[in-house]
């Protein structure tokens, strides 16, 4: 090609259609870039390069519980320092072994925790001097470097209950839901349809149950986790719901008073789902709940899954 095919008529031409496909290209590129799911997020929440510390989230959360932060509260860092940089945030149960491996491996150094890391309400990692188990976790912590925080009195007190609408939520049940009521308001359903349900959208193995399988239910309650025998029964008795929904019992106290309840006439059921899994929608629903606050971090929810086998 000559200067003049470049300068006359004809170069005009050339020059339109290089400035065309140079455009052209440059706005494919920032449609394909803007397609991707972080640069949505950018253009739906603003500048991702944003670092946060492990304070940081904390703050963001505490911003959206009422009355916070509380002057006693279980809800303290177990593991690391609240100064480190947060590369991913793992949600779950229990910050088991399996978890904080699995952390690891997803480049994620903060676990957001619902119950204790160390075995006891308080963590007291003395509560039994010289544990060797305690000592290899801190340990294996220490090596990823991972901070553990625990999210319980806070996520209970957020409303609605984190844990409890999170459950609803996995079961389907969440538009029974009404603040002011404390138990659900349900289409009549047998004791057995309410269980198969349960594990079904719960995905939980077994459950342990007293009551008749048969019995018509609509008033059900939910307590997930572990409240305690006298919160467990007084609930039964100031509500009296057809069946009382809860994580876990101790065998001595909540079971037997349902057993007597029973055998004394009262048409009250009992269904025990597991600690662990009872509660753990609620740690996965936080992801969906916690993720628009904070877009630049990406939060994967890790089961920490039901301790037991059934034999």
Same mark, same amino acid.
């Given at each position: 090609?000559?200067?003049?095919? /470049? ?113 006891? %309400? ?18 294996? /912590?220490?090596? %990823?470097?991972?901070?553990?925080? =625990?999210?319980?009195?806070?996520? %209970?007190?957020? =409303? ?45 193995? =077994? ?54 309840? =029973?055998? /004394?006439?009262?048409?009250?059921? /009992? ?41």
């Amino acid at each position: 090609m000559d200067n003049t095919s /470049l300068t006359g008529q004809s170069g005009k031409h050339y020059f339109k259609r290089r400035d065309f496909i140079s455009t052209s290209i440059k706005v494919a590129g920032v449609t394909a870039l803007l397609s991707t799911p972080v640069l949505n997020l950018a253009a739906k929440y603003g500048d991702l390069t944003k670092v946060y510390t492990v304070q940081d989230i904390i703050n963001i959360i505490l911003k959206e519980v009422p009355g916070a932060p509380f002057a006693q509260t279980v809800d303290t860092i177990k593991s690391g320092s609240a100064d480190q940089q947060v590369t991913g945030i793992v949600t779950t149960m229990f910050s088991t072994i399996k978890v904080i491996n699995e952390a690891a491996r997803l480049n994620a150094n903060f676990i957001i925790a619902h119950e204790p890391t160390f075995y006891n %309400h308080t963590d007291d990692v003395n509560w039994v001097a010289q544990n060797e188990v305690v000592k290899k976790k801190q340990e294996l /912590l220490k090596q %990823h470097n991972i901070v553990v925080w =625990r999210f319980h009195d806070y996520w %209970h007190s957020v =409303r609605p209950d984190g844990i409890s609408y999170g459950v609803l939520k996995m079961a389907g049940w969440q538009q029974y839901y009404r603040p002011e009521e404390r138990v659900l308001k349900m289409p009549p359903a047998s004791l057995k349809k309410i269980v198969e349900h349960l594990k079904s959208s719960l995905n939980i193995a =077994r459950v342990r149950v007293i009551g008749d399988m048969d019995q018509v239910c609509e008033r059900i309650a939910i307590l997930p986790g572990a409240s305690g025998g006298q919160a467990q029964i007084s609930f039964a008795e100031k509500e009296k719901p057809d069946v009382l929904i809860v994580g876990e019992v101790h065998e001595w106290e909540t079971a037997e008073y349902v057993r007597d309840a =029973r055998l /004394l006439g009262s048409k009250i059921s /009992l269904i025990i789902l597991g600690h662990s899994v009872s509660e753990e929608p609620g740690m996965q629903w936080l992801v969906e709940w916690l993720q628009p606050k904070i877009p630049e971090i990406k939060i994967t929810h890790v089961a920490s899954e039901d301790p037991f086998k059934w034999v």
